[in-house]
Nanobody, 120 residues
Framework: QVQLVESGGGLVQAGGFLRLSCAAS????????MGWYRQAPGKQRELVAS???????NYADSVKGRFTVSRDNAKNAVYLQMNSLKPEDTAVYYC??????????????WGQGTQVTVSS
């Protein structure tokens, strides 16, 4: 079993910043892609940013230039630095990790979600 624990959400004014953190623990042999998704009320969950073990990144067009994803492979952790936040960034943010478990299965795991609210 693998757990993803997120932290760092909250309420911030437009133009402000937040940093989300996510740490994976449990039966982990290695972690492939890690990243962040978000889901706003009434909308589908969407990719915000992802990062491969080798450092390749993928960002949603709406966050390019404002958000930065990073990871610490030694800590099995991924981070999302969110700058110049806008009200439309308001959503529940979910950490995601594609994990090779100790029994050598490749499994997609999700965190419990952390609320980010940006006031105008």
């Amino acid at each position: 079993q693998v757990q993803l624990v997120e932290s760092g959400g909250g309420l911030v004014q437009a133009g402000g910043f937040l940093r989300l953190s996510c740490a994976a623990s449990g039966s982990i042999l290695s972690i492939n892609t890690m990243g962040w998704y978000r889901q706003a009320p009434g909308k589908q969950r969407e990719l915000v940013a992802s990062l491969s073990p080798g450092g390749s990144t993928n960002y949603a067009d709406s966050v390019k230039g404002r958000f930065t994803v990073s990871r610490d492979n030694a800590k099995n952790a991924v981070y999302l630095q969110m700058n110049s936040l806008k009200p439309e960034d308001t959503a529940v943010y979910y950490c995601n990790a594609v994990v090779k478990t100790r029994n050598r299965l490749l499994v997609n795991y999700w965190g419990q979600g952390t609320q980010v609210t940006v006031s105008s």
